[in-house]
């Protein structure tokens, strides 16, 4: 078994153990990837990639590639991520359900499901991805044998080294200790990351955001978010709460938000925004968001205006990040995409005349996913935590209570 590695305390919690942590991610991302060719994306010494590799072959994480010559230990062996060799769940907590997937050591989706939460309490949601998390090991008997890590995405703050969800405003949930619960209710090790942030782990190591050092993360949809990788490493701020970009006020004085402000950016561009300012306009309300997409679409002025506005107000915000950080690429996504064709024009417009920048400095992509690459940013946080952290296999606690009939 791999030695325990010492933990840098003083820093901040992902940089527990950033030489491991940097050696795995370019194996992960990068591989079947020589010592050598780790030691130059890395800027470690060769000397430095070759101790830290040694534990992780010794536990089966990395292997040599075979055939290949030089002998083993050598310089230019290439190594690859062994990805059966353990397994992780994410979840996406949301209040009206919980999504699933099982991911192997080389974050590939092997599983996936969802459960409906019949309420947004937190009893409910506990419940429900403990039944989650049941269902999808019961799919295989190597998910049962050898999953041990659990990453569970919400909105909102999170103390990540407490496991504590501070203030969700979507949720409505206040300094729930949502890791602690669910350790005890599962026995896995339980990781809780901000659902964006999540969502930007997994691209920053399998999607648009690989060789991007300088990147943010926006999404759209009930809420409005953002996450921030800058020189590679993701924001968090001091207490959780970097990158809430709907939290900015793009129009002084306007709309009560649900944080108590007015006239936020989520106040304006969220759905539930723009149903608000369809009613104020004098259209339909009680409609959902794919009828207000439907009437925009086909010239009706209320609707359409309203998308226009949140349009404006997200050009408005996306311009001050970009003012703030200079991130290369903006990656927008979340299910608010389905009115790309309504907001985008808007968003483009205003976005290029607010930045210090020409707007192509600036990278701004929309990319659709699925609500299943939530969860699985979310198992992409629990792989970073085994990175990080001591790669034993065991929980922190033993598998006792609920958790235990999880293994049968
Ligand atoms: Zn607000």
Same mark, same amino acid.
């Given at each position: 078994?791999?030695?325990?590695?010492?933990?840098?305390?003083?820093?901040?919690?992902?940089?527990?153990?950033?030489?491991?942590?940097?050696?795995?991610?370019?194996?992960?991302?990068?591989?079947?990837?020589?010592?050598?060719?780790?030691?130059?994306?890395?800027?470690?010494?060769?000397?430095?990639?070759?101790?830290?590799?040694?534990?992780?072959?010794?536990?089966?994480?990395?292997?040599?590639?075979?055939?290949?010559?030089?002998?083993?230990?050598?310089?230019? $062996?290439?190594?690859?991520?062994?990805? @059966?060799?353990? &397994?992780? %769940? +994410? #979840?996406? /907590?949301?209040?009206?359900?919980? *999504?699933?997937?099982?991911?192997?050591?080389?974050?590939?989706?092997?599983?996936?499901?969802?459960?409906?939460?019949?309420?947004?309490?937190?009893?409910?949601?506990?419940?429900?991805?403990?039944?989650?998390?049941?269902?999808?090991?019961?799919?295989?008997?190597?998910?049962?044998?050898?999953?041990?890590?659990?990453?569970?995405?919400?909105?909102?703050?999170?103390?990540?080294?407490?496991?504590?969800?501070?203030?969700?405003?979507?949720?409505?949930?206040?300094?729930?200790?949502?890791?602690?619960?669910?350790?005890?209710?599962?026995?896995?090790?339980?990781?809780?990351?901000?659902? $964006?942030?999540?969502?930007?782990?997994? @691209?920053?190591? &399998?999607? %648009? +955001? #690989?060789? /991007?050092?300088?990147?943010?993360? *926006?999404?759209?949809?009930?809420?409005?978010?953002?996450?921030?990788?800058?020189?590679?490493?993701?924001?968090?701020?001091?207490?959780?709460?970097?990158?809430?970009?709907?939290?900015?006020?793009?129009?002084?004085?306007?709309?009560?938000?649900?944080?108590?402000?007015?006239?936020?950016?989520?106040?304006?561009?969220?759905?539930?925004?723009?149903?608000?300012?369809?009613?104020?306009?004098?259209?339909?309300?009680?409609?959902?968001?794919?009828?207000?997409?439907?009437?925009?679409?086909?010239?009706?002025?209320?609707?359409?205006?309203?998308?226009?506005?949140?349009?404006?107000?997200?050009?408005?915000?996306?311009?001050?990040?970009?003012?703030?950080?200079?991130?290369?690429?903006? /990656?927008?996504?979340?299910?608010?995409?389905?009115?790309?064709?309504?907001?985008?024009?808007?968003?483009?417009?205003?976005?290029?005349?607010?930045?210090?920048?020409?707007?192509?400095?600036?990278?701004?992509?929309?990319?659709?996913?699925?609500?299943?690459?939530?969860?699985?940013?979310?198992?992409?946080?629990?792989?970073?935590?085994?990175?990080?952290?001591?790669?034993?296999?065991?929980?922190?606690?033993?598998?006792?209570?609920?958790?235990?009939?999880?293994?049968?």
């Amino acid at each position: 078994m791999a030695p325990r590695q010492t933990a840098d305390r003083e820093g901040p919690y992902v940089l527990r153990d950033r030489t491991r942590a940097s050696v795995f991610g370019a194996i992960v991302t990068k591989g079947p990837i020589a010592r050598s060719e780790i030691a130059q994306l890395t800027g470690l010494s060769q000397a430095t990639v070759t101790k830290a590799v040694a534990p992780m072959i010794a536990a089966g994480y990395v292997a040599e590639q075979e055939g290949s010559s030089g002998g083993r230990g050598r310089p230019r $062996v290439p190594l690859h991520i062994c990805p @059966e060799r353990r &397994f992780a %769940v +994410g #979840v996406k /907590v949301t209040e009206r359900e919980a *999504v699933g997937v099982v991911v192997d050591f080389a974050g590939r989706v092997v599983a996936g499901g969802r459960v409906r939460l019949e309420s947004p309490e937190v009893p409910e949601a506990v419940a429900g991805v403990r039944r989650l998390v049941r269902q999808l090991l019961a799919e295989k008997p190597e998910f049962r044998e050898r999953t041990f890590d659990l990453g569970v995405a919400v909105g909102g703050a999170v103390d990540l080294d407490r496991k504590v969800l501070r203030a969700s405003p979507i949720l409505g949930w206040q300094d729930v200790p949502l890791g602690t619960l669910l350790e005890e209710r599962t026995g896995l090790r339980t990781v809780v990351e901000n659902d $964006v942030n999540a969502l930007a782990v997994a @691209e920053q190591w &399998f999607g %648009v +955001g #690989v060789d /991007v050092p300088w990147f943010a993360v *926006v999404t759209l949809g009930a809420g409005v978010g953002s996450a921030l990788v800058l020189d590679g490493k993701l924001m968090h701020g001091a207490r959780g709460a970097a990158g809430e970009l709907g939290h900015i006020v793009v129009e002084p004085g306007g709309r009560q938000c649900r944080c108590g402000n007015r006239g936020c950016l989520e106040a304006i561009a969220s759905e539930p925004a723009i149903l608000a300012s369809i009613a104020e306009a004098g259209g339909p309300s009680g409609i959902d968001i794919e009828a207000a997409v439907g009437l925009a679409r086909a010239g009706d002025a209320p609707a359409f205006t309203a998308f226009m506005r949140a349009g404006v107000a997200l050009g408005a915000g996306i311009a001050t990040l970009a003012n703030l950080v200079n991130p290369a690429r903006i /990656v927008l996504s979340g299910e608010g995409l389905v009115a790309s064709d309504l907001l985008m024009g808007s968003l483009r417009e205003t976005f290029a005349a607010r930045t210090l920048l020409p707007a192509d400095a600036y990278e701004l992509i929309t990319r659709p996913l699925p609500d299943e690459a939530w969860a699985r940013g979310a198992a992409a946080v629990a792989l970073r935590d085994i990175f990080t952290g001591p790669l034993e296999e065991s929980p922190n606690r033993p598998l006792r209570g609920a958790g235990s009939s999880l293994t049968p």
